[in-house]
């Protein structure tokens, strides 16, 4: 049997594997996207868990400003993968019937903000502001930069005042900031929240600072959550038909056992069945730090201050819960009859102004 050599192989075939495959691919090199799975895609999965035709995202769900990224733009996915923007992308239900509902449009959320407390209207007001700010002279130029060392990352933003005012708010713990400059718990709650999602792990909302930038996140309405039409999977269908029509090749049901590693540098990988397959250039894991570094490649081929950064590498000691209903109708919550009687105050329909999918971190949702 002739031995299987390519330029490049990639392990996962998630989003991150199909990207850059499809790009390497497109350049001409031959390139080899290995899946242990039987289905692509990673955490880009739609399933119907309950009932048929009951399509639900198990797992990726809302995708941070997908359509304003390059590879969508370059892939042309536009036409074969839409995206719609939700007016109202999270809300949070409370026991007493009210709920505290997120709206991408400013003067609605602040004065939904100020049903609890104006003074916190004012306040997010306020940090909305600096936050488009922050968003349009770091967030985005940084977002398609070259990742830099955090010191001279550091030395750069120094040298500006939007960076200035970016490393004064991230250098502050985000638990203190927003007890610090809200006063009312339910607002609190839901800032809390949004912004432990915002392009960070989860455990920044509880470290000494935010590096990130969740905190400026948590306030900034231009950017946020797209829904993907049809189901996640349909970003993971979009990228492989992209990645094969450039000339990729795919293989399913492969668990990579073994990075193979000869004089310092990467060569192929070794398949749990026996297979070998070589890479003329280069060997590339999607796979997360741990499985990759302590399993695929060895600790025993890694010199002692790479494995100590290994060893810092943590996961989230908490995840995120989620329920998936079967559903005739839309949920009616119990602050849907609250919201009914502020209806002269409201600028949007009652159904409409309170969306039937939630976030919320309640115990419960009283509904009816």
């Known amino acids: 049997m002739a031995e ?13 594997g199909l990207i850059l495959g499809s790009y390497l691919a497109k350049s001409g090199l031959k390139i080899l996207v290995v899946e242990r799975r039987l289905t692509y895609g ?4 739609t399933t119907e868990p309950t009932l048929p035709g009951f399509y639900m995202n198990p797992h990726s769900i809302n ?10 733009r370059d892939f042309e996915l536009a036409d074969r993968v839409p995206y719609i923007t939700p007016r ?13 509902v997120w709206s991408r449009d400013r003067d609605e959320l602040i004065a939904t903000i100020a049903r609890f407390s104006k003074r916190d209207a004012e306040a997010f007001r306020h940090w909305n502001a600096i936050s488009d700010r922050l968003n349009d002279q770091v967030f985005l130029p940084e977002r398609f930069s070259e990742p830099i060392p955090e010191q001279e990352r550091n030395e750069l933003l120094n040298r500006t005042e939007a960076g200035r005012g970016f490393l004064e708010m991230i250098n502050e713990q985000p638990l203190n900031f927003v007890t610090r400059n809200f006063e009312h718990e339910k607002i609190q709650l839901l800032l809390l929240f949004r912004l432990s999602l915002f392009g960070t792990v989860l455990y920044d909302a509880l470290q000494e600072k935010s590096p990130m930038g969740a905190v400026i996140r948590g306030f900034d309405l231009n950017a946020g959550y797209q829904i993907c039409v049809g189901g996640s999977f349909n970003l993971a269908r979009g990228l492989m038909e992209t990645y094969l029509r450039a000339g990729g090749d795919y293989l399913n049901q492969a668990h990579v056992s073994r990075i193979t590693i000869e004089g ?10 026996g297979r070998a397959i070589r890479a003329r250039q280069f060997v590339s894991s999607t796979v997360d730090v741990p499985q990759t570094f302590n399993q695929m490649v060895g600790r025993d081929r890694l010199p002692a201050d790479f494995l100590a950064r290994i060893d810092a590498f943590k996961h989230t000691g908490w995840a995120l819960f989620g329920l998936h209903l079967a559903l005739r109708d839309a949920p009616r919550y119990a602050s849907e009859s609250l919201a009914a009687r502020r209806s002269s105050s409201c600028s949007t329909p009652t159904r409409k102004w309170l969306p039937a ?4 971190r309640s115990r419960s949702a009283p509904a009816r």
């Open 63 to 72: 995708h941070f400003n997908v359509t304003a990224a390059p590879w969508y």
């Open 264 to 273: 310092g540098r990467a060569t192929g990988v070794e398949l749990e069945d």
């Open 42 to 45: 990673g955490g880009l999965m």
């Open 4 to 16: 299987e050599i390519y330029d490049g192989i990639i392990i996962g075939a998630g989003q991150h």
């Open 357 to 360: 999918r939630c976030r919320h």
């Open 88 to 100: 109202y992308d999270m809300a949070s239900p409370h026991k007493d019937g009210t709920a505290l």
